[in-house]
């Protein structure tokens, strides 16, 4: 059954991708028993899909259809960007990674993690803003839509004005219909600082507050990257705290990647390292975030994003202080993935 679902087809372009999005499918979902909640708002369980796998709306109900209560619509632009050329996602042949690893092997096969090579492509505002407008209709009540954006630096432009195009685009996910809106602080793809917003706390306090100006009360979560340590996320939860409702860690490991002749990947830039590699990093980063989160007493969740693949992970997530956990590779790889967690679950509970 699970080699029949389709999926994301890594050796066809993004676009190809992005007009193929499979028909919602009609099969039993087991139940998660317990109360599950994101960002202040009741659903039937933690499991979610994190920014980047649902190209569109279509994936979003495809995705929706397999048992995941949270679809993150990707990332979008205030304008239309192309996606950088392929491969888009190069395998790699790795052990945990903790940051500042480097010369990671490609891979011929998926073994469990990738490298992520997209650079936040986007359609225009016009198509995403029609397109999540006819999504949430189409999506069953009881599912969230969060739409995650990014502010696209032009020239001349100072933080005030990617902050503002941070929040025109959050609002227009809204009115489109987002039930929640989540900014990307962290893209190791991208060199402008827009890719690295997590990185400078006083940066991303003006973006922050910006787009909760933009947004009222909805639900809002900050994506963020990988942390090298603790007193570097004291700092960025102490700035964005009043803003945000939710960080969502960790967008990826960041490494250079070398092809089966040694020579260094992608013009020799690090790109985003995401998938199975990442899950010892992410958990320690979800567990130190819930320490600073108890010692500040700040009214901020976690949603754990990195490696998971099985109920395993998602139990550690949750135990290390995360109120839900979002997948990325492991669903792309395996669209049944959400379905076989639930599973585990309920025979782990018995
Ligand atoms: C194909 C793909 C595209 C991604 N695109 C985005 C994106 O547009 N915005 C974002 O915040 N994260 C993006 N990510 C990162 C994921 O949201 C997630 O943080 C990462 O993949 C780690 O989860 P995983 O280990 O389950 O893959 C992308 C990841 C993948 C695999």
Known sequence: MAESLPRYDRRQT????????????????????????????RVSSPLGIAAGPLLNGGWCLYYASLGFDVVTYKTVRGVERECYAPPNLQPVSCADLHGGESRLPASETMQGSWAVSFGMPSKSPDVWRADIEQTRKQLPGEKLLSVSVVGTVQPGWGLEDLAQDYARCAKWALDAGADCIETNFSCPNVATCDGQLYQQPEAARVVAQCVRQSIGQT????????????????????????????????????????????????????????????????????AMFARHIQDMQADVTLIGVGGVGAWAHAARYLAAGAEAVHLASAAMVNPLVGIEIRRDFSASAV
């Open 14 to 41: 993004y676009q190809w991708n992005y007009e193929q999005p499979p028909p919602p499918v009609e099969i039993e979902i087991p139940p998660m028993a317990g109360e599950w909640s994101f960002c202040g708002r």
């Open 219 to 286: 639900p809002y979560l900050a994506k963020i990257g990988h942390v090298a340590s603790a007193d570097e996320a004291r700092p960025f939860l102490e700035s964005v705290q009043e803003y945000v409702d939710a960080l969502a860690t960790t967008n990826s490991v960041a490494a250079t990647v070398a092809d089966s002749q040694g020579n260094l990947m992608f013009e020799r830039q690090k790109r985003g390292i995401c998938g199975a590699a990442t899950l010892e990093a992410s958990l320690a980063q979800v």
